[in-house]
Structure formats: C-alpha cells, structure tokens
C-alpha cells in the first residue's frame, strides 16, 4: 500500500482511512466484481462506507488506471486491478455469465497492425468475446 499511495498522491488522489479500506478490499478481489458487491462486503465487515463512497470512490481509481473498469452488457459495471497484472482479453458467455480472461499475443499482434495502417496510435482497448461457454452448451 505504501507504493501505491506514493502513486495516488503523485496522481493528486487523497487516499483517505475510507478510501484505503476500499481500496485494499477491491485489491483483494480474484475476480471481476461489481461496486455492488463490494459495498455489501465493506459493509458486512462493519466498515462503515457508504454505497455513494464506493461508487465516487471506484470511479476514481478507473480514473487513475489502479483499476480497469468493464461493460459486459450487464446493466452495470465490473471493475479489476490493474496493479501487477498484465493486458488480457474476455471472453464472456451469454448464458451463465461466465467470464474467462485470456492473452493471445496473435490478436495483439493483429490490432498493432491494423493500427498502423490506419496511421492510428492505440491509448488503450478492451476485447470481448461473447458466446456459449463449454459448460453451458453441453447442458450441465
């Protein structure tokens, strides 16, 4: 954390003792999750942060890329750290919900191309793919 709050402050981000909770328990997190989610653990834990903190809160370190913020066609966002990990791609099924990240350096290799084609600098991308995973198109 003491990095990380090197980073925010350099970035002007004031990592208040809410802030710091949230965003160590958003860190922690193995898997996409939702502000929603991260709300009803915070507040199970007793942390006493508001659901409007969460929402203002995550929508600050999207801001400042310490967490990737994702639309899979849900109603709502999905966020992940971005700390320590490297670009991955999604797939996504339709039925279960599921998402499987993957890299595939091809497909990058690919967009680098089609880029510079287009004389056109890649800031940043996301690619999703939707479909049917393995589990739910053979029924179980």
Same mark, same amino acid.
């Given at each position: 954390m003491g990095e990380? %709050? #090197?980073?925010?402050k350099e970035k002007g981000v004031k990592l208040t003792e809410q802030r710091r909770r949230l965003l160590e328990k958003a860190l922690l997190q193995h898997k996409h999750f939702s502000a929603e989610e991260l709300y009803e653990t915070l507040r199970q834990k $007793? #942390? &006493?942060?508001? $659901?409007?903190?969460?929402? $203002?809160?995550l =929508?600050?370190? #999207?801001? /400042? %890329?310490?967490?990737d913020v994702h639309d899979f066609d849900r109603g709502y966002h999905l966020y992940e750290s971005r700390l320590g990990r490297h670009h991955h791609d999604h797939l996504v099924c339709l =039925?279960? &919900?599921r998402i499987t990240e993957f890299e595939n350096p091809d497909i990058e290799s690919e967009q680098e191309k089609v880029a510079r084609h287009y004389h056109f600098k *890649?800031?940043? /991308?996301?690619? =999703? *793919?939707? &479909?049917?995973? /393995? $589990?739910?198109?053979? &029924?179980?």
């Open positions: 990380l %709050d #090197a980073v925010l $007793r #942390a &006493g942060i508001s $659901r409007a903190t969460v929402y $203002r809160t =929508k600050l370190l #999207a801001a /400042h %890329d310490v967490l =039925k279960c &919900g *890649i800031v940043s /991308h996301s690619h =999703k *793919i939707y &479909g049917l995973c /393995h $589990r739910c198109r053979v &029924g179980n």
